[in-house]
């Protein structure tokens, strides 16, 4: 029904994470009806440039279009503190409230057992060998998920013999949360990690 190149750009569409058969179609029509082609092959471009120049951080793993992430480098950041994520998404999401001035290490992943993710398959050595005796603090901002919580638990092993200090991002209650909607984990940990008022 479709011509060939229109049906393999749908089903490429398609790859992308939240993107069905029928937001690919909606894509797809879109770029090859609508779009100014200028536009489409700077696009086309665009990817192929992030895909040919976006790479790990060879100290924090940070997805960086340079050999060392500018995160890492830069000299007002406190890089006596690490916040241990799964991925640069966090640290994007992390970076984008301009709270937090430390230094980051990305795992690559989550400890998950039923699909053959082990503590092998991440980016654990490579945050050993950061841990000095210039790191105060570690703090662990995975996910509140079970895989998550074992990659936690897993670091928290690893670590808690260092002279360091090994924390975890706090759980609790949205703002704006009613407690009548929320579910029992979500309680338990906003009881768990209560704090002086």
Do not use: W
């Amino acid at each position: 029904m479709y011509p060939k190149a229109l049906k393999d750009l749908m089903d490429n569409l398609e790859k992308l994470p939240s993107i069905g058969e029928k937001t690919a179609e909606r894509l797809a029509l879109y770029i090859i009806s609508e779009l100014d082609r200028e536009d489409a092959n700077l696009m086309a471009d665009s990817i192929k440039n992030a895909i040919d120049s976006i790479r790990p951080c060879k100290i924090s793993n940070i997805l960086t279009d340079q050999e060392i992430s500018p995160i890492v480098l830069d000299e007002t950041r406190d890089h006596t503190t690490i916040m241990v994520v799964a991925d640069s998404k966090d640290v994007f999401m992390m970076e984008k409230m301009g709270t937090y001035h430390g230094d980051y290490h990305v795992l690559g992943g989550l400890i998950d057992f039923s699909r053959g993710i082990t503590d092998n398959d991440l980016n654990i050595e490579s945050l050993t060998k950061r841990i000095n005796s210039d790191l105060k603090e570690l703090i662990i901002a995975t996910n509140g998920t079970v895989e998550g919580e074992l990659t936690a638990q897993y670091l928290k092993s690893l670590y808690e013999e260092k002279q360091i200090k090994v924390t975890r991002l706090a759980y609790g209650l949205p703002v704006g949360t009613d407690l009548r909607y929320a579910d029992v984990l979500t309680l338990i940990k906003a009881v768990e990690n209560r704090q002086e008022y």
